[in-house]
C-alpha cells in the first residue's frame, strides 16, 4: 500500500511539472488595457519561485479554457521597475483591476485553486 501512495505521489508531482506556465506578458502592454471596460487579473511573479510556478500552471489551465480572459503573469525577475510601480512587497502577489481600473483586490502569496477560482468569478474576471 506505502509503494501505491509513493507511485501516485510521484505521477502526481511528475504531470504537475509538466504543465506549462501562463505566458509572461510585458507591463506596459497590460497597463495601456486597465480600466478600459472589463476587469484584469495580474499575477506578479517570477518563472523561479516555486509558488509563482504554481500560480503560473493554475492560470495557464483557466486561459486554456478560455483565451479569451483578461488574466495576465508579470514577471518581476526580468521587469523589476513594476514592483515599485505596483507596490509589489512579495511574490506571488495577486491584482484584480475592475472595469475603470481601480485596484479592487490584492493577495499576497498562492491561492488554493478553487479560491482563484471563486475569485475570479467574484470579480467577473470569468463567469
Not at 40 to 57: A, N, P, Q, T, W
Not at 98 to 110: L, N, T, W
Amino acid at each position: 500500500m506505502k509503494i501505491l501512495w509513493i507511485l501516485l505521489a510521484l505521477t502526481f508531482t511528475a504531470t504537475a511539472q509538466g504543465r506549462p506556465m501562463l505566458k509572461e506578458t510585458p507591463y506596459a502592454q497590460v497597463k495601456d488595457l486597465i480600466g478600459k471596460g472589463k476587469p484584469y487579473f495580474l499575477e506578479i511573479g517570477s518563472d523561479s519561485c516555486r509558488s509563482c510556478r504554481v500560480m503560473g500552471k493554475m492560470l495557464y489551465t483557466i486561459t486554456q479554457k478560455d483565451p479569451s480572459l483578461n488574466i495576465y503573469f508579470i514577471n518581476v525577475h526580468t521587469e523589476r521597475e513594476v514592483a515599485n510601480a505596483l507596490k509589489i512587497m512579495m511574490i506571488p502577489t495577486q491584482l484584480i483591476f475592475d472595469a475603470q481600473g481601480a485596484e479592487v483586490y490584492r493577495h499576497v502569496g498562492k491561492l488554493e485553486e478553487a479560491e482563484l477560482e471563486l475569485t475570479l468569478t467574484k470579480y467577473g474576471v470569468t463567469q
